[in-house]
T-cell receptor, first 115, second 117 residues
Framework: NAGVTQTPKFQVLKTGQSMTLQCAQD?????MSWYRQDPGMGLRLIHY???????DQGEVPNGYNVSRSTTEDFPLRLLSAAPSQTSVYFC??????????????FGEGSWLTVV | AQTVTQSQPEMSVQEAETVTLSCTYD???????LFWYKQPPSRQMILVIR??????QNATENRFSVNFQKAAKSFSLKISDSQLGDTAMYFC??????????????FGTGTRLTIIP
């Protein structure tokens, strides 16, 4: 059971480039989300999805795009990278359709540097 | 909107001692969940302990326990017999549950805990 898998783990981008952070989970979770973590701050929610075909914005969505074509995958796209997007990105999933207040499982993080 | 406050940016304690990390939160909800996550230098987020607001009994997981004071909106983490492997960043987090699966976490800014040999 792999849990939540993020790729790549490290990436350096030039300002203006675009890229996609991949996230996949094998726990049949309906809810998936992306957070970013900046120095001295807790994780902040970028976008989330409550199921295939359904996405919504979180606290800091600007500059990012998401889609959810399958239950397993939830990629995060940076449209035109900016130095302010240098951060550690975490993908998370929860909720297998039963109960509420489910534990959220995190991937191992993706370190992104924009120069 | 909910807010989570961790007022101790850094703490250190001798190995084998007990340490308590503080967390307060603000919400108008009556039913919610609280979590403590550990983030070691590897940056992975690891769930330490979870508390349901409707439960009066404080959660316990081996050496980790919480002191949940609902009226005071306080949720502290106690680590007993601290070990070198406990050195990490600790985040307190709040979650308002949802029947629709959109259960978002609100995090505090973290407490960096160092266990001294």
């Amino acid at each position: 059971n792999a849990g939540v898998t993020q790729t790549p783990k490290f990436q350096v981008l030039k300002t203006g480039q675009s890229m996609t952070l991949q996230c996949a989970q094998d726990m049949n979770h309906e809810y998936m989300s992306w957070y970013r973590q900046d120095p001295g701050m807790g994780l902040r929610l970028i976008h989330y999805s409550v199921g295939a075909g359904i996405t919504d914005q979180g606290e800091v969505p600007n500059g990012y795009n998401v889609s959810r074509s399958t239950t397993e995958d939830f990629p995060l796209r940076l449209l035109s990278a900016a130095p302010s997007q240098t951060s550690v990105y975490f993908c998370a999933s929860s909720y297998d359709g039963q109960g509420v207040g489910n534990t959220i499982y995190f991937g191992e993080g993706s370190w992104l540097t924009v120069v | 909107a909910q807010t989570v406050t961790q007022s101790q940016p850094e703490m250190s304690v001798q190995e084998a001692e007990t340490v308590t990390l503080s967390c307060t939160y603000d919400t108008s909800e009556n039913n919610y969940y609280l979590f403590w996550y550990k983030q070691p230098p590897s940056r992975q987020m690891i769930l330490v302990i979870r508390q349901e607001a409707y439960k009066q009994q404080n959660a316990t997981e081996n050496r980790f326990s919480v002191n949940f004071q609902k009226a005071a909106k306080s949720f502290s983490l106690k680590i007993s017999d601290s070990q070198l492997g406990d050195t990490a960043m600790y985040f307190c987090a709040f979650m308002k549950p949802s029947n629709f699966g959109n259960e978002k976490l609100t995090f505090g800014t973290g407490t960096r805990l160092t266990i001294i040999p």
